[in-house]
């Protein structure tokens, strides 16, 4: 019969020693690191002797070490990590899209203002602001093709702005087909292009 330790209080005098811990539940033994000594559980544990540590038990140690670290380094070659799922393209239509930048023929302007445009599939409208005023009208689209009719806006005149918003509506009334590639939209005449936009 095993005799349990009531004080459950063990420590090692000398690096020589360790303590052989059995569980009192599936009698697995389980030999403790002599630089760990610790108080032990009295109602689960029972210490049953101490041994003598000796160089071929840091070298059993040691080989299961060894062992873990290989067979964890081998799984891990198999474990497929997987792509980054690209972002799926959204829809022209019933979408907010931003203003990014302006291409003329020798220069590209990048926006900083809330130059928005939104297409109404079902009444064929396009509803935006140029950056200082709203604007609206009809527009054509069959496939990848794209046109807009004449534009209405209100006549807020703001200075600074002025120039983006004549180039960003003169450039509208250019385009005839679009591409839309993850939340990028860019308005093309023919192979020249003229807006990019961002979804929101």
């Known amino acids: 019969m095993l005799k349990c330790e009531e004080s459950g ?5 000398n690096g020589e020693w360790g303590l052989l811990r059995i569980s009192m539940n599936d009698q697995t033994s389980q030999p403790l690191n002599p630089s760990t000594a610790q108080l032990l559980n009295p109602s689960t544990l029972c210490v049953i002797k101490l041994f003598r ?19 964890f380094v081998l799984l891990s070659s198999f474990i497929a990590v997987p792509a980054t799922d690209p972002v ?16 003329e023929k020798d220069k590209v302007d990048f926006i900083y203002t809330y130059a928005w445009l939104e297409l109404d599939e079902a009444g064929k409208k396009i509803s935006g602001n140029g950056s200082c005023n ?18 209405f806006s209100t006549k807020m005149f703001c200075q600074e702005l002025q120039e983006i918003e004549s180039a960003y509506l003169r450039n509208l009334s250019r385009v005839n087909r679009y591409v839309i590639s993850g939340l990028k939209l860019r308005l093309y005449k023919d192979e020249e292009l003229l807006l990019e936009f961002r979804a929101v």
């Open 53 to 71: 540590a000796s160089s071929s038990y840091n070298h059993v140690i040691m080989k299961k070490y060894l062992t873990i670290s290989a067979l």
């Open 9 to 13: 209080k063990w420590g090692v005098e």
């Open 134 to 151: 709203q604007f609206g009208g009809q527009y054509q689209s069959d496939g990848q093709s794209l046109q807009f009719g004449a534009l």
């Open 88 to 103: 799926d393209s959204v829809s022209l239509f019933q979408t907010r899209w931003v203003l990014r930048s302006i291409h």
